[in-house]
């Protein structure tokens, strides 16, 4: 996956001008780098929801690639499985995947009964769910409210797929569970 050249801009406020970046096709690789910086942004382009102003991309495009957002952008009114359930399908292991992110036994409860952090691993548990779809996955602050041990387990499940991930984060646990760190400036 590469980016060739890009530039990007939103309105007047210039993100990436002539960017080029190389990403590796395996593993887990980490963007880093201040807020405001453009990571989101390149996961957006990579995504196929943003189209750059000039330059080329090469990456599956929007029907390839999982995405985790920053906010959860969990359904309403929902249990923990049938969130998953409403987008993976109804055959989908809701319970298998909620274990995964260690949520077992929860799937009967409604999201808005769920701490702040165990709706993230109900987002990060549909995201596991689709990303044996894909051929890309992007997270975007990922493990927001997940303990380190927690977020490590889930990485582990994502690698585990051998499918190129590529992070965005801020705190340096969630950058260690990295293969490969890029800074983005």
Do not use: N, W
């Not at 980490?30 to 102003?53: I, M």
């Not at 298998?96 to 999201?111: N, P, Q, S, Y």
């Not at 987002?123 to 044996?132: D, I, P, S, V």
């Amino acid at each position: 996956m590469k980016l060739e050249h890009v530039s990007f801009s939103y309105g007047e406020k210039v993100i990436f001008h002539d960017f080029s970046l190389a990403l590796p096709d395996t593993g887990v690789t980490a963007l880093s780098g201040p807020s405001g910086c453009g990571k989101t942004t390149l996961l957006r382009l990579l995504a196929g929801l943003e189209k750059p102003d000039s330059g080329r991309i090469d990456a599956p495009g929007p029907a390839g690639t999982t995405i985790l957002f920053q906010e959860d952008r969990l359904l309403p009114g929902l249990t923990a499985a049938a969130q998953l359930r409403a987008v993976l399908g109804r055959g989908v292991d809701a319970e298998g995947l909620l274990r995964a992110v260690g949520l077992e036994g929860e799937g009967g409860t409604g999201t808005r009964q769920l701490s702040g952090g165990m709706r993230r691993r109900v987002a990060l548990a549909r995201a596991l769910g689709r990303a044996g779809r894909s051929r890309l996955v992007l997270l975007d602050e990922p493990f927001t409210g997940v303990d380190p041990p927690t977020a490590r387990r889930i990485m582990d499940a994502f690698r585990g797929l051998d499918i190129p991930v590529i992070l965005t984060a801020h705190d340096d646990h969630s950058l260690s569970l990295a293969d490969k760190m890029i800074p983005v400036k």
